[in-house]
T-cell receptor, first 117, second 113 residues
């Protein structure tokens, strides 16, 4: 199947700094990518939908200025956590669909564990 | 709006026993339903999906699920559990025009030797 690569797989940063997470579709073009956040022992919560060449669509309650999303190409989307705080510590997962609509399969990155100290 | 309910946040079965993970959905339009597996500190891997074709769906690693509209259910089963099946399992729903997946809260499957 298609491969979605996420980098880094884990990161520790100091409170107040910014962290960038990359999500790449390695063998297909992804018009749309999705960013999820997963708290320990909880489900995935959709944060935003990233569209190539346009602004991301954020879910209700997600701070746009804190979680900056850039989808500069059909194979790369980035999530930047700005001015990170300990409460931002979480597991962040991206996914990309191979096509459009609900029938297209979603492939997930391996996730990034962010720890803010 | 769509939603998914997974009954049982934690299920334990003996190796070789039947695995049954429950999922009920709510959707105002015909749903597409998915089961994903997540191993520790990893992303999600698709096990199987229902997209309005056959109601009994077979997936990888001998997992299967049956779509029952009358019960709004999409339970995941496997005839014989293996130690490598220990993981977190998520049921998810979307619809034809919606690329967003709505996930259930997950079920952690433990296999007892």
């Amino acid at each position: 199947g298609a491969v979605v690569s996420q980098h880094p797989s884990w990161v520790i940063c100091k409170s107040g700094t910014s962290v960038k997470i990359e999500c790449r579709s390695l063998d297909f073009q992804a018009t749309t990518m999705f960013w999820y956040r997963q708290f320990p022992k909880q489900s995935l919560m959709l944060m935003a939908t990233s569209n190539e060449g346009s602004k991301a669509t954020y879910e209700q309650g997600v701070e746009k200025d804190k979680f900056l999303i850039n989808h500069a190409s059909l194979t790369l989307s980035t999530l930047t956590v700005t001015s990170a705080h300990p409460e931002d510590s979480s597991f962040y997962i991206c996914s990309a669909r191979t096509g459009t609509g609900g029938l297209s399969e979603a492939f997930f990155g391996q996730g990034t564990r962010l720890t803010v100290v | 709006a769509q939603s998914v309910t997974q009954l049982g946040s934690h299920v334990s079965v003996s190796e070789g026993a039947l695995v049954l993970l429950r999922c009920n959905y709510s959707s105002s339009v015909p749903p597409y339903l998915f089961w994903y597996v997540q191993y520790p500190n990893q992303g999600l891997q698709l096990l199987l999906k229902y997209t309005s074709a056959a109601t009994l769906v077979k997936g990888i690693n001998d997992f299967e699920a049956e779509f029952k509209k009358s019960e709004t259910s999409f339970h995941l089963t496997k005839p014989s559990a293996h130690m490598s099946d220990a993981a977190e399992y998520f049921c998810a729903v979307s619809d034809f025009g919606n690329e967003k997946l709505t996930f259930g809260t997950g079920t952690r499957l433990t296999i007892i030797p």
